[in-house]
Structures are given as C-alpha cells and as structure tokens.
C-alpha cells in the first residue's frame, strides 16, 4: 500500500502565499504523474496541477501564473508553491500520484482564503 500525507494548508489573506507539501510511504517503486487537486464545498473536485515523472506539466487556466507544482522523484515528494491566492482558491487541496495502474490520494488538506 502507498500513503500520502499532505502538509502545509491553513488561513491565508488574499494575495498572500502558501505552500502545500505530500510527502509518499509505502510500497513505491515508480511514480508517473504526482499533482494536486481540489474541491470546494458544493463542487467537483478538479485538476490544479500535475507533474509527470518527467518534469511536464499541466495547470488549471485558473491558477496558471500563480501557482508551481514541483517534485523529487527520489524522495517521492510533491509540492504545490501557491502565490497571489485568491478567495475562489479556498478549498480542501488533495495530493494524487499514479503509480502503474493504480492511483492514490492523500486525505486533503484545507486552504482558506479569507481577509
């Protein structure tokens, strides 16, 4: 089994920044695609940013500019820098990786972005 834990969510004023960190255990033998998603109440949860294992990425339209995904494929963490938050960026922030044909999720970590 693989885990995943997410760090670093919490209360920030709009325009500030925030770093969320997932760090991976567990039965890892090779991680393709690591990235965060999101969900906020009354919603879907929806892609933010994904990183393949070689270093392509993928952001949500909403969030190009202001937020970078960055990994270490060694240490089986990802990160997501968040900058120039804004409120509609409140949401539970999930980690996810796929490894073969299996995928995993963390457990969420809230950001809120309130003044």
């Known amino acids: 089994q693989v885990q995943l834990v997410e760090s670093g969510g919490g209360l920030v004023q709009p325009g500030g920044s925030l770093k969320l960190s997932c760090a991976a255990t567990g039965r890892i033998f090779y991680v393709n695609v690591m990235g965060w998603y999101r969900q906020a109440p009354g919603k879907q949860r929806e892609l933010v940013a994904t990183?393949?294992?070689?270093?392509?990425?993928n952001y949500a339209d909403s969030v190009q500019g202001r937020f970078t995904i960055s990994r270490d494929n060694y240490k089986n963490t990802v990160s997501l820098q968040m900058n120039s938050v804004k409120p509609d960026d409140t949401a539970v922030y999930y980690c996810?990786?796929?490894?073969?044909?299996?995928?995993?999720w963390g457990q969420g970590t809230q950001v809120t972005v309130s003044s």
């Open positions: 996810q990786h796929t490894q073969g044909d299996d995928t995993y």
């Open positions: 990183m393949s294992r070689s270093a392509t990425t």
